[in-house]
């Protein structure tokens, strides 16, 4: 029985932790709170990230350090990297395997399907934030410091996702309103279920063939327009209304909301198409994403529970 510490109690955090306990493993679930499912074979502790002669502590012993923590979106170059320091520092310190949970932004605008062999090339600076913990932990792995491994996701859905889909679109189809949303509506784009996320982490953390290399977690190809119309269909909604949201209409609403602000350096992801390749992942741990419909069944009950 290995034990796995999970830093993070968020919506993949405490799935990845379930998922790990219910495969007969030992859990210790780390939040600023103490947060997280119950299960015998979970602890969950309060701790602090950026702390990592504290986390090393609480890792000691542990197969793997899985890294799920987000902080403030609009937060990103400035929180990020002192958690990412501390965390990959406390892998190493208490001999731990690690795992980070991240997304496409590294790579930048890529014209064609992301593969995992891609080099980080960013173009905003949430990207930047994004490729050097990347590159910061592949040094470390290429010097023998420590294994470590990357899963990176597309657009999160699922009810507890706090996505911009769910922000902008989710409730407002459910209710049958006109729900605005950046970008090209017809463009293709990956849509990664948490589900999928947290059984990918659980996954590679537990098969040695994971370490040194980035992984992409199963996801659904599809336009915003579809997945817009289909969720309608599955909820049992009135047609949907899809409303562009342009540049100016950001620049607005980011006015007085920083999260919104945030997405204006991101729009390339929003008007171009933007897709993980998932196939290798899925060829080498045979996973595959959760059928788009079961996925937005469960999408639809959004702000109507919590992990």
Same mark, same amino acid.
């Given at each position: 029985?290995?034990?796995?510490?999970?830093?993070?109690?968020?919506?993949?955090? #405490?799935?990845?932790?379930?998922?790990?306990?219910?495969?007969?493993?030992? =859990?210790?679930?780390?939040?600023?709170?103490?947060?997280? &499912?119950?299960?015998?074979? /979970?602890?969950?502790?309060?701790?602090?990230?950026? $702390?990592?002669?504290?986390?090393?502590?609480?890792?000691?012993?542990?197969?793997?350090?899985?890294?799920?923590?987000?902080?403030?979106?609009?937060?990103?170059?400035?929180?990020?990297?002192? /958690?990412?320091?501390?965390?990959?520092?406390?892998?190493?310190?208490?001999?731990?395997?690690?795992?980070?949970?991240?997304?496409?932004?590294?790579?930048?605008?890529? $014209?064609?399907?992301?593969?995992?062999?891609?080099?980080? #090339?960013? /173009?905003?600076?949430?990207?930047?934030?994004?490729?050097?913990?990347?590159?910061?932990?592949?040094?470390?792995?290429?010097?023998?410091? =420590?294994?470590?491994?990357?899963?990176?996701?597309?657009s999160y859905l699922g009810r507890d996702a706090g996505s911009v889909f769910n922000f902008l679109v989710t409730l407002k189809v459910i209710a049958g309103q006109p729900a605005s949303y950046p970008g090209d509506p017809d463009a293709l784009k990956s849509w990664s279920y948490v589900d999928d996320v947290a059984r990918t982490l659980a996954t590679v953390a537990r098969d040695d063939r994971a370490w040194g290399r980035a992984w992409h977690v199963p996801s659904t190809v599809m336009s915003l327009r579809d997945l817009v119309a289909r969720l309608a269909k599955v909820a049992g909604a009135p047609?949907?209304?899809?409303? &562009?949201?342009?540049?100016? $209409?950001? *620049?607005? *609403?980011?006015?007085?909301? &920083?999260?919104?602000?945030?997405?204006?350096?991101?729009?390339?992801?929003?008007?171009?198409? $933007?897709?993980?390749?998932?196939?290798?992942?899925?060829?080498?741990?045979?996973?595959? &994403?959760?059928? /788009?419909?079961?996925?937005?069944?469960?999408?639809?009950?959004?702000?109507?529970?919590?992990?």
């Amino acid at each position: 029985m290995s034990l796995h510490v999970v830093a993070g109690a968020g919506s993949t955090g #405490s799935r990845t932790a379930l998922l790990l306990a219910e495969a007969g493993d030992r =859990v210790r679930l780390v939040s600023r709170r103490g947060l997280g &499912p119950e299960h015998p074979s /979970i602890e969950r502790v309060v701790g602090d990230t950026t $702390d990592a002669d504290g986390l090393a502590a609480l890792t000691e012993g542990a197969r793997t350090l899985i890294n799920t923590t987000w902080p403030a979106y609009d937060r990103w170059p400035t929180d990020f990297p002192p /958690i990412a320091t501390s965390l990959l520092a406390a892998a190493e310190l208490a001999d731990a395997n690690y795992v980070s949970l991240s997304n496409s932004y590294g790579y930048g605008l890529v $014209d064609g399907p992301m593969t995992e062999g891609l080099p980080m #090339s960013p /173009i905003a600076a949430k990207g930047a934030v994004r490729a050097r913990m990347w590159l910061d932990a592949l040094a470390a792995h290429d010097a023998g410091r =420590v294994r470590v491994t990357e899963v990176r996701a597309a657009s999160y859905l699922g009810r507890d996702a706090g996505s911009v889909f769910n922000f902008l679109v989710t409730l407002k189809v459910i209710a049958g309103q006109p729900a605005s949303y950046p970008g090209d509506p017809d463009a293709l784009k990956s849509w990664s279920y948490v589900d999928d996320v947290a059984r990918t982490l659980a996954t590679v953390a537990r098969d040695d063939r994971a370490w040194g290399r980035a992984w992409h977690v199963p996801s659904t190809v599809m336009s915003l327009r579809d997945l817009v119309a289909r969720l309608a269909k599955v909820a049992g909604a009135p047609e949907p209304q899809l409303v &562009p949201m342009s540049r100016v $209409d950001l *620049a607005w *609403a980011g006015a007085t909301d &920083p999260i919104s602000a945030e997405l204006i350096e991101m729009l390339y992801q929003f008007e171009h198409p $933007d897709v993980l390749d998932s196939s290798l992942t899925q060829r080498t741990f045979g996973l595959s &994403p959760t059928l /788009i419909d079961e996925v937005l069944a469960d999408t639809a009950l959004f702000g109507t529970s919590a992990v």
